[in-house]
């Protein structure tokens, strides 16, 4: 063995641990993203209003509650409309009808994706609560109702330095007059022999029509399958319906406008027993498929 040979081996060492410092540096630079430019691809509650590249432009301007605004061009902007109807126990029932968006609960908090997100929304000009889907209930005393689409990051989508928005006058319908019929005057002592008073079944107004028949909607839901496929359902007013609904996931059975609601399990029908006491057309859904299953027609 020659003197040279043990010398050679921290030769080669020497050489190599300065290619190692830098192929650790890259992996370093890669993990940090590219010279460590925040991702929007962020875990829920570790950021927010990050910039999405082509999910628009993050703005430096903030809405009235500090959210900073998310600007697209007109053409892949969402819109949103707001109905409200008066509700039978008090309230308005508001029904909202978006374009170019969809409601997005289970991402809440995670990257902002065009398109997508939930609704903020503001009674009478403070920010109250938010909503995930295209029905709420609002209780009553407010007068006005504006709704806002935000994107996941929770940032609010916009157009032109403007959130995208709706607002809505929320005007009590007038309460029934007891003043137009008048009351009459009172019929002076009669002198006459009295007469035995009437027995109530002769004076008593006639007794209401009972109430229809129920009837049962067996429905099964496998997937985005539902069967049978949803269509119009006409019912009487004052019918009883019951909804039997089978799903293969847990989901929430929900009759929008009567704000009923019944927990679904995993093959196991569940059950939603109403008086259909309202005319209209109302939607049966399920919250977290998002299915549409049946609309009650009430007449």
């Not at 010279?35 to 910039?51: F, I, M, N």
């Not at 005393?141 to 989508?157: F, K, P, Q, S």
């Not at 049966?284 to 009650?296: A, D, R």
Request: charged share 20%; with cysteine; net charge positive.
């Amino acid at each position: 063995m020659t003197p040279s040979t043990p010398a050679a081996v921290p030769s080669a060492r020497r050489r190599t641990a300065p290619l190692a410092a830098v192929a650790v540096a890259a992996v370093l630079l890669l993990a940090a993203g590219c010279g460590g430019r925040a991702t929007t691809h962020h875990k829920p509650g570790t950021s927010h209003e990050q910039d999405a590249g082509s999910h628009g432009t993050v703005l430096a301007a903030r809405d009235a509650s500090g959210h900073r605004l998310r600007e697209l061009p007109a053409a892949d902007a969402p819109s949103v409309r707001a109905e409200a109807r008066p509700d039978s126990e008090g309230g308005w029932n508001v029904h909202l009808t978006v374009e170019r968006f969809r409601f997005t609960p289970e991402s809440t908090g995670g990257a902002a994706l065009t398109g997508r997100g939930h609704a903020r929304l503001l009674v009478d000009g403070r920010e109250t609560a938010r909503a995930y889907g295209p029905w709420f209930h609002l209780p009553s005393g407010a007068r006005t109702l504006t709704v806002r689409l935000h994107a996941d990051d929770h940032t609010v989508w916009a157009v032109a330095g403007k959130p995208v928005q709706t607002t809505l006058a929320l005007t009590p319908a007038p309460s029934p007059s007891v003043s137009l019929t008048p009351t009459a005057a009172p019929t002076p002592p009669s002198t006459a022999p009295s007469t035995p008073p009437a027995t109530p079944s002769s004076t008593s107004d006639p007794a209401p029509d009972p109430t229809p028949a129920g009837r049962t909607l067996d429905i099964r839901v496998s997937g985005s399958t539902v069967t049978p496929a949803p269509s119009r359902v006409e019912v009487k007013k004052g019918e009883r319906v019951t909804l039997r609904v089978t799903s293969d996931r847990a989901d929430t059975l929900h009759v929008h406008g009567y704000d009923r609601e019944a927990t679904l399990t995993p093959g196991t029908p569940g059950t939603l027993t109403l008086t259909a006491d309202r005319t209209g057309l109302f939607e049966v859904e399920t919250h977290e498929s998002g299915l549409v299953l049946t609309q009650l027609v009430v007449r």
